[in-house]
């Protein structure tokens, strides 16, 4: 009883936008469980979905923000539950949809890798410095390197490939052998998408 009992404070304790928040870490999971789908049996339709599904993400992590400061409900929590959502759906998804899409290499397995931990770097960093950040506002004044959700784009790039029938072995670029491994040169963009999320001398004004 005890422990039923946390459970519904939990949940009373949750606001408005904290459900959003937690309907963008689903679509996030789902993203990812197409991912796999379509590895297990390769269907354009599952690949077309994951990145649909990242979409809805994106939609869901812009409303929430938007709801927490109409309903002025912005709380420590919040920003935690916003943090591990995003490293789901823009760290966590793209990266599997980029190996679903075929970048399976040792190289394009450093890539991925590489881009989620920059993920997890840069949301870590940003809520430990995000008080600094806001001057005083309600919310921060700049970014500090890239948001984690511009990784939308690397989803649209591998929608588009598969819109045009060039996954698996047609990926764009082509494979390049380095050293002991090979290397898809699209697997690039997640580092560069990275390295951009981990930059302290890129700054973007938050609108």
């Known amino acids: 009883m005890k422990s039923r009992g946390r459970h519904l404070s939990l949940i009373r304790s949750l606001h408005a936008a904290d459900f959003l928040t937690l309907m963008n870490a689903a679509s996030g999971t789902a993203a990812v469980f197409c991912a796999m ?5 390769p269907s354009r339709f599952m690949f077309l979905l994951a990145a649909m599904m990242s ?7 812009v409303l929430d923000g938007r709801v927490a400061r109409w309903r002025h409900e912005q709380s420590l929590l919040g920003r ?10 823009f760290g966590v998804a793209p990266a599997a949809l980029g190996f679903a899409a075929g970048m399976r290499s040792g ?18 960093r940003y809520n430990v410095t995000a008080e600094a950040l806001s001057e005083g506002r309600e919310k921060v004044a700049y970014f500090e390197g ?10 649209g790039v591998l929608a588009f490939a598969a819109w045009r029938f ?15 491994w090979d290397l898809h040169p699209l697997a ?12 302290k001398t890129l700054r973007i004004p938050k609108i």
């Open 188 to 199: 690039l963009l997640f580092a560069l998408s990275g390295t951009l999320m981990v930059s």
């Open 107 to 124: 190289w394009d397995w450093v890539a991925l890798i590489y881009f989620v931990c920059c993920g997890v770097s840069r949301l870590a």
């Open 55 to 61: 979409v809805a993400a994106l939609v869901f992590d």
């Open 166 to 180: 060039r996954l698996g072995e047609d990926l764009y670029w082509g494979l390049w052998q380095l050293g002991p």
């Open 146 to 155: 890239t948001p984690i959700p511009t990784s939308i784009v690397l989803s």
């Open 80 to 89: 935690e539950l916003d943090s591990l959502a995003d490293i789901i759906s």
């Open 37 to 41: 789908s379509y590895v297990g049996s």
